[in-house]
């Protein structure tokens, strides 16, 4: 009996081997995955990164909205206008205040790398693009936007991005949550409410919620999103009542004199 016992112990061992072998093989081929950027950011730009772990996700941030210009804008207004819930107990019913009450909701729509339809199918060649996502969330964290909420509302964002900006966060400590999904019936703003809501990360300010709208701009001869050009002046609070028309206000949004340049970080800026 004890025999067999030694015999059932020594198999289960080696299943178990066998299993953490299995585990590993698949750890190296998730790892030959990862972006050579990220690779790059946690292996030269640490001080960066945990400097912006402080100051993203803190209760005062923004959400931040990032896609192709019309879904972004879209999204964003959803957001601020949003009343799906009631605001003391988070019933699935509106109770005519704003969800996002106090919220400030940072959209930067994509123009530099849109449309995205044109963006390489090829798996491989798509990687400034991913590099592009990546610092564009890099910025969002920092600056005037702060971000404690990062929404990725493209489908072709959250897929060929995602996962780089997710494996980042966690790998460096960012206590930021990516809402992303490829799902065009997603709900983003039940979505983001529950996530906030769960966190208590409201700003328990006692005002509208305000739309600021920012977009990218190509910058390098590279090609890479390198900088981001703000414009401001655009505030769409939610309590009014009249629809505002997306491609209206991204034409107010191209046609604004003053701009301001935030600098997105760069791996080679860092040594």
Avoid: W
Avoid at 128 to 154: G, H, N, Q, W, Y
Avoid at 224 to 236: N, T, Y
């Amino acid at each position: 009996m004890t025999s067999r016992f030694f015999h059932i112990v020594s198999m289960t061992l080696t299943a178990l081997a066998a299993s953490v072998a299995v585990s590993c093989v698949r750890n190296v081929q998730t790892g030959a995955e990862t972006l050579q950027l990220v690779d790059d950011l946690l292996t030269d730009s640490l001080p960066m990164l945990q400097r912006l772990a402080s100051v993203g996700g803190q209760t005062s941030g923004c959400i931040a909205v990032i896609g192709e210009p019309q879904r972004c804008s879209e999204v964003a207004l959803q957001l601020v206008g949003s009343d799906c819930f009631n605001n003391i107990d988070a019933k699935p019913e509106p109770d005519g205040l704003p969800d996002f009450a106090g919220e400030t909701v940072f959209a930067l729509m994509d123009c530099a790398n849109s449309p995205y339809d044109s963006l390489p199918a090829v798996s491989g060649e798509d990687v400034p693009f991913r590099e592009s996502m990546v610092r564009c969330a890099l910025a969002l964290l920092d600056s005037i936007a702060a971000a404690k909420m990062l929404v990725i509302c493209t489908p072709v964002a959250c897929d060929r991005a995602g996962k780089d900006i997710e494996e980042l966060f966690e790998a460096s400590g960012i206590d930021v949550p990516v809402i992303a999904s490829s799902d065009t019936s997603f709900s983003f703003q039940e979505a983001c409410f529950k996530e906030l809501r769960t966190r208590n990360a409201f700003t328990h300010r006692i005002r509208r919620p305000e739309l600021r709208t920012y977009r990218t701009a190509v910058s390098d001869s590279a090609g890479h999103p390198l900088r981001i050009v703000v414009a401001e002046g655009l505030c769409l609070p939610a309590m009014e009542q009249t629809p505002v028309d997306s491609t209206a206000a991204i034409e107010v949004i191209d046609t604004l004199a003053a701009e301001t340049q935030i600098e997105i970080p760069n791996v080679s800026d860092q040594h």
